[in-house]
Nanobody, 125 residues
Framework: QVQLVESGGGLVQAGGSLRLSCAVSGSIFSINAMGWYRQAPGKQRELVAAITSGGSTNYADSVKGRFTMSRDNAKNTVYLQMNSLKPEDTAVYYC???????????????????WGQGTQVTVSS
């Protein structure tokens, strides 16, 4: 079964940096696009950054120039380097992956959309 595990969240002062990681594990045949989303209290989940299997990235306007997403295909891991953090970046950050792997519920390989459990990022002013 495919699993996504995030790490790297925490508490940081405004202007500081954090690096989030998301490792994909399980019976994986290929990983397509991956993304980082965030959800602040009382707000909808929003896309922060995304990366294709080839490494092309796109970012939300609110994080352009401050956040950098990268991936290590050999490790099935993506990263989100967050610099110049602001209090408004405070949220639970979720990793998302479009994965072709073994689906035990279907008893066959299948393409699926998977989410991690989330990691809290808190930026103090």
């Amino acid at each position: 079964q495919v699993q996504l595990v995030e790490s790297g969240g925490g508490l940081v002062q405004a202007g500081g940096s954090l690096r989030l990681s998301c490792a994909v594990s399980g019976s994986i045949f290929s990983i397509n696009a991956m993304g980082w989303y965030r959800q602040a209290p009382g707000k909808q989940r929003e896309l922060v950054a995304a990366i294709t299997s080839g490494g092309s990235t796109n970012y939300a306007d609110s994080v352009k120039g401050r956040f950098t997403m990268s991936r290590d295909n050999a490790k099935n891991t993506v990263y989100l380097q967050m610099n110049s953090l602001k209090p408004e970046d405070t949220a639970v950050y979720y990793c998302n992956a479009d994965v072709y792997g073994w689906d035990p519920n279907r008893g066959r390989s299948a393409r699926g959309d998977y989410w991690g459990q989330g990691t809290q990022v808190t930026v103090s002013s």
